[in-house]
């Protein structure tokens, strides 16, 4: 099994800049790509970003050029820069990753984000 801990949410104004964490633990070795996915009060979770092992990344349309992911293989970290955030609302951030044999992707817990106008 693989444990994720995200941090670093919190309130920030339109504009601003945050960044979140996410800590991997238990079966590491197992996991392929790392991703961030959002999900706002009432709406469905949505895909933000994805890494893979090698550094391949992707993003949705509408964070792409503000923000950024990257990943730490040898920390077993994966970070998410937020820059010129957006009045959005709130959101909870959340980290997963997938594995190498196609099993279950695994879920932290969330961070909350919220944007202030």
């Known amino acids: 099994q693989v444990q994720l801990v995200e941090s670093g949410g919190g309130l920030v104004q339109a504009g601003g800049s945050l960044r979140l964490s996410c800590a991997a633990s238990g079966s590491i070795f197992s996991i392929s790509t790392m991703g961030w996915y959002r999900q706002a009060p009432g709406k469905l979770r949505e895909l933000v970003a994805t890494i893979t092992r090698g550094g391949k990344t992707n993003y949705a349309d509408s964070v792409k050029g503000r923000f950024t992911i990257s990943r730490d293989n040898a920390d077993n970290t994966l970070y998410l820069q937020m820059n010129s955030l957006k009045p959005d609302g709130p959101a909870v951030y959340y980290c997963?990753?997938?594995?190498?044999?196609?099993?279950?992707?695994?879920w932290g817990k969330g961070t909350l984000v919220t944007i202030s106008s």
């Open positions: 997963r990753s997938d594995s190498w044999t196609g099993g279950i992707p695994y």
